[in-house]
């Protein structure tokens, strides 16, 4: 980087500190797994240490690559993003666990595509808006390419299934959009049909509708599908004010499954309570308000491609933490999406990194220099 002007203090000092909230989580939620499956009780925190060392890399290494790299090369993004996809359903290539086909084993780390596809849609979709020539998204045929072509790579994610990386992307796709001032006579009943295709893809799907029926009165169903909110709760319940104290949750004992990985939050809160819990919802306010303000600051200066990317990256970080503190809390069905910057997955982790670093060099880049020209693009 060409200057030694600081990063942005709320973007760094927010993630950091969810890296190192995750961390201490990880390590306390997983100790029993950890020495019933693998003879050590820290087994999985060093792993998980050898993660958060991986995803700093790549951290640091998007914070040296200029912006303007990427937007150059938006439609590579979107060939990758493709090609990931495709590659996972290849028999022989992608590997099923629990009914899904979502991991593509490398030897050294097994790839989780549709993690990855995130991150790619929203660099395709930014360098789309802010194109210097072609169809403008304000029109209606420049409008339904781009969705058009997401819709593809959630037809793709369904098929795996991976119905919870389709959601967070379509936040992030329709986010850019609607920070570039796409006419609302699209973008209404983009969402509109939107929400009608989530329902309708739940009726169709059984086990969506089972968790959809144990999400409505879990103790009803807390031996069947409504077992881990059942389970979560119980955790949550526990925690009251200021938590049983680090190390001390009862639930991790076997109770709830995927305690250091989906529910990591609820053995948070049964640790350090609601003061814990409300630390971590400051910290991805935080995380995700800044990131929305560096995104309308970048396009009020007419650096398109930044303001694109940073307002995807930021929705689509804040939705899947949304999600998963909703399902945590019992306000959302059951879904299996890892909390950003804090769950076990190395996958996840590596990409919520990447976005971060994202994040942090679109501000810097904003905050040195003056708007060129040219950095208007497509937008109209």
């Not at 359903?89 to 790839?111: D, K």
């Not at 020539?133 to 997401?150: D, F, H, K, Q, R």
């Not at 994202?358 to 109209?380: C, D, F, H, T």
Request: overall charge positive; hydrophobic content about 55%; glycine content about 12%.
């Amino acid at each position: 980087m060409e200057s030694r002007a600081p990063l942005d203090q709320l973007v760094a000092g927010s993630a950091a500190f969810l890296l190192l909230l995750g961390f201490v989580m990880v390590g306390s939620a997983s100790t029993e797994i950890s020495a019933r499956n693998f003879g050590h009780p820290f087994y999985l925190l060093v792993k998980h240490s050898s993660f958060i060392a991986l995803a700093v890399v790549g951290l640091l290494a998007t914070l040296v690559i200029p912006i303007r790299t990427w937007q150059r090369l938006h439609i590579i993004a979107y060939l990758g993003a493709l090609l990931l996809l495709i590659c996972v359903l290849i028999p022989g290539v992608g590997r099923e666990v629990n009914g899904a086909t979502r991991w593509i084993p490398l030897g050294f780390f097994t790839l989780q595509g549709s993690e990855f596809v995130k991150v790619l849609a929203a660099m395709f979709i930014a360098g789309y808006v802010a194109r210097p020539s072609g169809v403008s998204p304000s029109t209606l045929p420049g409008y339904l390419l781009p969705i058009g072509l997401t819709l593809f790579l959630s037809v793709l994610l369904l098929a795996q299934p991976d119905f919870g990386a389709v959601i967070v992307m379509m936040s992030g796709v329709l986010a850019v959009l609607f920070f570039v001032k796409t006419p609302m006579k699209y973008f209404l009943p983009t969402v509109l049909v939107g929400i009608g295709v989530v329902a309708l893809l739940i009726y169709l799907q059984p086990y969506r509708m089972a968790r959809l029926v144990a999400f409505t009165d879990p103790w009803a169903h807390q031996y069947g599908g409504g077992y881990q909110l059942t389970q979560a709760l119980i955790a949550i319940g526990r925690g009251e004010w200021l938590g049983l104290g680090l190390g001390n949750s009862v639930q991790k004992l076997f109770y709830l499954p995927e305690a250091h990985t989906d529910f990591l939050f609820s053995i948070l809160v049964e640790e350090l309570g609601i003061a814990g819990a409300l630390l971590t919802l400051l910290g991805f306010g935080v995380l995700v308000g800044r990131g929305l303000i560096i995104a309308k600051h970048s396009l009020r200066v007419d650096f398109v491609f930044h303001g694109a990317l940073a307002a995807g990256i930021s929705v689509m970080l804040g939705v899947q933490a949304l999600i998963n503190l909703g399902v945590n809390l019992g306000l959302l069905p059951t879904k299996g999406l890892t909390l950003p910057l804090m769950s076990f997955g190395g996958n996840s982790l590596l990409v919520s990194c990447l976005m971060i670093g994202l994040l942090l060099r679109v501000e810097w880049e904003i905050r040195q220099a003056p708007p060129p020209p040219n950095a208007k693009g497509g937008r109209s």
